[in-house]
C-alpha cells in the first residue's frame, strides 16, 4: 500500500467501497451508498484534490503541550514517550470493559488510509495522510450500551519523559469528548499511522484520534482510557476557558474565536509567502456531517 503515495491520489482512493458497504448498522440515518458517495464527493465540493503534506511538515510542526508549548518542543521532547506494552482502558457503559492492548483493539480490522484536511483552532492547516481504524469499529469490541450518549477520551501521563507536565502549563492528563453519534461517524478515527509509518510520538503515538471536521484540539492524543458516558464529559480547553472553546468545536468560517476570524487559514508548508485559503464550513465535510447537528444553533456549536 506503500507506493500508492507515489501515484496520483484521488478521493475515491480512500476507502475502499465494500468498507462502507459492510458498516450498514453503524450509519444510523444515512444508507451506505450516500456515505461512500458523500466522502468522494466532499473533495469535490472543495474544489481541489487533497494534496497531502509533507511528512517534514507534519511531524514537526506540531501541539502537544505534554511535550511543551512550542511548534517543535514535541518534535525534540517525544522521544521520550514510552509507548512500550500500550493498553487502552475502556470502561462506563460497555459491556465488555478493561484493558485493550492494540493487538485486542485492531484484530480482524483492516487498516485504512485517508486523507483528511486538519484545521487547528489557531487557524493554520495541514492535510495529513492517516492510517488507521474506524472509531466505530474499536469501539464495537468493547461493546456500547444502550444508555450511552458521550465519549470521554484521556491521554497519557508520563511525568519523566513529558516536560510540559511536570512545569503543569496546563492540567493534565488532557481529556476530550465526543457526542456518541460523532463518535460512531465513519469519518471519524483512531491513527496509528501516518504515510503508511508508525504514528511518530509527537503526533500522537501509538494511537491518537482524528475528527476532521473538528478544531484540531478536539483529536486528543496518546491514548489512554476510554469511557463511554451518560453525560457530556468534560474537556481540557472547556475547562481553561469556556467562553473560547466549547464542546462541539466545529469548523465554522462564521464564528469567530474571541480574539480572532476563523474564516480563513495558514496553510503549513506553504512557504512564507502563501496566500491564506479560505475556511471551510465542517472543514469541507459538511455534506457528510451536517446532519448530526440539524436543530441546533451552529453559532453556538463553537
Ligand atoms: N494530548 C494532547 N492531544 C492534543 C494536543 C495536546 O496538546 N495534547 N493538542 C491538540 C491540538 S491543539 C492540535 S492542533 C492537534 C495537533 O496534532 P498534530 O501535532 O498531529 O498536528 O493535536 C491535538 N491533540
Ligand atoms: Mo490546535
Same mark, same amino acid.
Given at each position: 500500500?506503500?507506493?500508492?503515495?507515489?501515484?496520483?491520489?484521488?478521493?475515491?482512493?480512500?476507502?475502499?467501497?465494500?468498507?462502507?458497504?459492510?458498516?450498514?448498522?453503524?450509519?444510523?440515518?444515512?444508507?451506505?451508498?450516500?456515505?461512500?458517495?458523500?466522502?468522494?464527493? =466532499?473533495?469535490?465540493?472543495?474544489?481541489?484534490?487533497?494534496?497531502?503534506?509533507?511528512?517534514? *511538515?507534519?511531524?514537526?510542526?506540531? /501541539?502537544?503541550?505534554?511535550?511543551?508549548?512550542?511548534?517543535? *518542543?514535541?518534535?525534540?521532547?517525544?522521544?521520550?514517550?514510552?509507548?512500550?506494552?500500550?493498553?487502552?482502558?475502556?470502561?462506563?457503559?460497555?459491556?465488555?470493559?478493561? *484493558?485493550?492492548?492494540?493487538?485486542?483493539?485492531?484484530?480482524?480490522?483492516?487498516?485504512?488510509?485517508?486523507?483528511?484536511?486538519? %484545521?487547528?483552532?489557531? #487557524?493554520? =492547516?495541514?492535510?495529513?495522510?492517516?492510517?488507521?481504524?474506524?472509531? #466505530?469499529?474499536?469501539?464495537?469490541?468493547?461493546?456500547?450500551? #444502550?444508555? #450511552?450518549?458521550?465519549?470521554?477520551?484521556?491521554?497519557?501521563?508520563?511525568?519523566?519523559?513529558?516536560?510540559?507536565? %511536570?512545569?503543569?502549563? &496546563?492540567?493534565?492528563?488532557?481529556?476530550?469528548?465526543?457526542?456518541?453519534?460523532?463518535?460512531?461517524?465513519?469519518?471519524?478515527?483512531?491513527?496509528?499511522?501516518?504515510?503508511?509509518?508508525?504514528?511518530?510520538?509527537? /503526533?500522537?503515538?501509538? &494511537?491518537?484520534?482524528?475528527?476532521?471536521?473538528?478544531?484540531?484540539?478536539?483529536?486528543?492524543?496518546?491514548?489512554?482510557?476510554?469511557?463511554?458516558?451518560?453525560?457530556?464529559?468534560?474537556?481540557?480547553?472547556? /475547562?481553561?476557558?469556556?467562553?473560547?472553546?466549547?464542546?462541539?468545536? /466545529?469548523?465554522?468560517?462564521?464564528?469567530?474565536?474571541?480574539?480572532? =476570524?476563523?474564516?480563513?487559514?495558514?496553510?503549513?508548508?506553504?512557504?512564507?509567502?502563501?496566500?491564506?485559503?479560505?475556511?471551510?464550513?465542517?472543514?469541507?465535510?459538511? *455534506?457528510?456531517?451536517?446532519?448530526?447537528?440539524?436543530?441546533?444553533?451552529?453559532?453556538?456549536?463553537?
Amino acid at each position: 500500500m506503500a507506493n500508492r503515495w507515489t501515484n496520483t491520489f484521488t478521493t475515491a482512493d480512500i476507502t475502499p467501497e465494500p468498507l462502507w458497504l459492510n458498516r450498514r448498522q453503524l450509519i444510523a440515518g444515512l444508507g451506505a451508498a450516500s456515505v461512500a458517495g458523500g466522502l468522494a464527493g =466532499s473533495a469535490h465540493a472543495a474544489g481541489e484534490a487533497l494534496e497531502p503534506n509533507s511528512f517534514e *511538515d507534519i511531524t514537526s510542526y506540531n /501541539n502537544y503541550y505534554e511535550f511543551g508549548t512550542g511548534k517543535s *518542543d514535541p518534535a525534540e521532547n517525544a522521544a521520550a514517550l514510552d509507548t512500550s506494552n500500550w493498553s487502552i482502558a475502556i470502561d462506563g457503559l460497555v459491556d465488555r470493559p478493561g *484493558d485493550y492492548s492494540l493487538a485486542d483493539l485492531t484484530d480482524g480490522l483492516t487498516e485504512e488510509e485517508r486523507i483528511y484536511r486538519f %484545521r487547528c483552532v489557531e #487557524a493554520w =492547516s495541514m492535510v495529513v495522510p492517516w492510517n488507521g481504524y474506524e472509531l #466505530a469499529d474499536l469501539l464495537a469490541k468493547a461493546g456500547v450500551q #444502550a444508555g #450511552a450518549r458521550y465519549v470521554a477520551f484521556e491521554t497519557a501521563v508520563q511525568p519523566e519523559a513529558m516536560p510540559g507536565v %511536570r512545569r503543569s502549563v &496546563i492540567p493534565f492528563p488532557y481529556v476530550e469528548g465526543l457526542r456518541l453519534d460523532e463518535a460512531m461517524h465513519p469519518l471519524t478515527m483512531m491513527a496509528t499511522g501516518i504515510y503508511s509509518k508508525p504514528i511518530p510520538n509527537q /503526533n500522537g503515538a501509538p &494511537i491518537r484520534l482524528v475528527v476532521p471536521w473538528k478544531y484540531g484540539f478536539k483529536s486528543i492524543k496518546s491514548i489512554v482510557r476510554i469511557t463511554l458516558t451518560e453525560e457530556e464529559p468534560p474537556t481540557t480547553w472547556q /475547562n481553561l476557558n469556556a467562553r473560547e472553546y466549547g464542546f462541539y468545536a /466545529n469548523v465554522n468560517p462564521e464564528v469567530s474565536h474571541p480574539r480572532w =476570524s476563523q474564516a480563513s487559514e495558514r496553510m503549513i508548508g506553504g512557504g512564507l509567502f502563501a496566500s491564506r485559503q479560505e475556511t471551510l464550513m465542517f472543514n469541507g465535510y459538511a *455534506d457528510e456531517v451536517a446532519g448530526l447537528y440539524e436543530g441546533m444553533d451552529l453559532s453556538k456549536l463553537y
